[in-house]
C-alpha cells in the first residue's frame, strides 16, 4: 500500500502556480478527499469501468488513446514486467514493482477529484510531460496532503549531500510511542511510470528508505550518543554550547504534550536519567562503514527484535547508525547516517519528540540529562567510573 511520495520540485511549482495545490489543501480540510483504504485488483476494475461509463476517459487526445488503454492493460495483467525504474546520479537505474494504487493514480481517478473530465488529459496545458505526469503527480500531491493532515508530525528537515543527493529525516514515534528515526531520499532522479513515461514523482520506494527502528525509551541513549558525537568530533553546536543552553531553552519552550503512555507524565526520574548519559563519558568507535565488523560499544539503540542499532562515528566525523544482529553469522548493515552539520538538528529533533508526546521519554527526563551531563555531579561520577 502507497503511503508516502516524493513529488519533485519542478512538479511542485506547476501544481502550485496553476492553483491545483491549493484546491486540494482545501478539499482535504474538509475532509472531501483523503486517505484510501485497502484496494484489490477487482476494485480497481470496477473504478476504471465506472471512469469509461462517465466518459472520463473521452478526453484522452485519439492519437494516444489506444496505446494509453493498450499500455494500462499490459500493465494491470502483469505488474512484474512493467516496474517503476529510477535512474540515480552514480548511473545506477534501480526498479520496483507497482502498486494498485499507481495504476488508479495513472488512470485519473484521484486527479478527477480536481480536475474537470477534459483537463485531466490536457497535460501540456499545465506543463507536465504526459497524460500520467500529470494524473500520477496529482494523485501524489493529494496522498502527501492526507496523510500530513491525518498525522502527527514529528520534527524534519532536509541535507543536501556532497553529490547532490537530498534526504529528509523525520524524527517521530510510531503508534506505540517507539522511536523512529527515519530517513527518505528526495532526490529527484529521473523516473519512470509502469507506462514507461518519464514523471515528476515517485512513490517512496524501499531503496529510497534509512530507519533506526527503536524500541521503548531510547530518547536519553540516543541523545547522549549525539552528545558524545558532537563533543568528540568538535562539531560547533549552537544547542550545546554554554552547557547545553540553547537545546534546553528550547526543550523549555516545547512544554509537554501528553501522548499514548504514562512516561510523558514523569519527572526527572534521576536514577534511569543518569544512567544513559553516563555514556557520554564513552567514546563512539571509529569504523569504517564500507567494511562493517563487530565493534564493542556502549552506545546503542535497542529493538524489539533480537538486535541492536550500534552508534558510531567515521574518518569524516558523521554519524553511523549501525544494525547489528546478536546472530554472530548474521551480516552488519549501515541504517542511517549524518553529517556533522546535522547535530543541531539532532538534537532538537529528539526534544521535539519527547515533547510531543511521540516517544517514550518526558521532555523534561531529556532536560535532567543534560543538566546533569554538564554538571559538577557529572564529572565526579565520571572520575569514580575510571
Not at 84 to 113: C, F, H, P, Q, Y
Not at 210 to 227: D, Q, R
Amino acid at each position: 500500500m502507497r503511503i508516502g511520495y516524493t513529488i519533485y520540485p519542478e512538479a511542485i511549482q506547476k501544481l502550485e502556480s496553476s492553483g491545483l495545490a491549493e484546491k486540494i489543501r482545501k478539499k482535504v480540510a474538509k475532509h472531501e478527499i483523503g486517505v484510501r483504504g485497502f484496494f484489490s485488483d477487482d476494485h480497481l476494475v470496477e473504478i476504471a469501468r465506472d471512469m469509461h461509463k462517465n466518459g472520463w476517459f473521452d478526453g484522452i487526445p485519439e492519437e494516444q488513446r489506444k496505446s494509453f488503454r493498450e499500455g494500462m492493460n499490459s500493465v494491470f495483467k502483469s505488474r512484474d514486467s512493467h516496474p517503476w525504474r529510477v535512474k540515480r546520479k552514480d548511473g545506477t537505474e534501480l526498479t520496483e514493482v507497482a502498486e494498485i494504487e499507481d495504476l488508479l493514480a495513472m488512470i485519473g481517478d484521484d486527479a478527477s477529484v480536481v480536475l474537470r473530465k477534459k483537463e485531466i488529459w490536457e497535460f501540456q496545458k499545465f506543463g507536465f510531460r504526459s497524460l500520467t505526469d500529470l494524473s500520477g503527480s496529482v494523485a501524489a500531491f493529494v496522498s502527501n496532503e492526507s496523510n500530513t493532515f491525518l498525522s502527527k508530525e514529528g520534527y524534519r528537515w532536509n541535507t543536501t549531500w556532497s553529490d547532490g543527493t537530498i534526504r529528509e529525516t523525520h524524527i517521530t514515534g510510531d503508534m506505540h510511542c517507539d522511536l523512529r528515526v527515519l530517513q527518505i531520499d528526495r532526490t529527484p532522479y529521473e523516473t519512470f511510470d509502469p507506462l514507461g513515461n518519464r514523471v515528476s514523482y515517485r512513490p517512496e520506494f524501499k531503496f529510497d528508505e534509512a530507519n533506526v527502528i527503536g524500541y521503548h525509551s531510547t530518547e536519553p541513549a540516543f541523545l547522549a550518543s549525539v552528545i558524545r558525537w558532537v563533543e568528540q568530533n568538535k562539531i560547533k553546536s549552537e544547542t550545546l554550547e554554554d552547557k547545553a543552553k540553547g537545546a534546553i531553552e528550547f526543550a523549555k519552550s516545547l512544554g509537554q504534550i501528553i501522548g499514548n503512555t504514562a512516561e510523558h507524565l514523569f519527572g526527572e526520574d534521576c536514577f534511569h536519567t543518569r544512567m544513559a548519559f553516563m555514556a557520554c563519558g564513552h567514546p563512539l568507535g571509529v569504523i569504517d562503514e564500507k567494511n562493517l565488523e563487530r565493534t564493542p560499544t556502549v552506545h546503542c539503540i535497542a529493538t524489539n527484535h533480537d538486535s541492536v542499532y550500534g552508534i558510531y562515528t567515521n574518518k569524516e566525523g558523521e554519524l553511523l547508525f549501525v544494525h547489528v544482529p546478536r546472530d554472530e553469522k548474521s551480516k552488519l548493515s549501515l541504517r542511517a547516517r549524518f553529517l556533522p552539520s546535522e547535530a543541531d538538528h539532532l538534537v532538537k529533533g529528539i526534544l521535539y519528540q519527547a515533547a510531543k508526546g511521540l516517544g517514550r521519554t518526558s521532555v523534561a527526563q531529556l532536560i535532567a540529562g543534560m543538566q546533569y551531563r554538564f554538571s559538577l555531579e557529572y564529572e565526579s561520577d565520571m572520575k569514580r567510573e575510571f
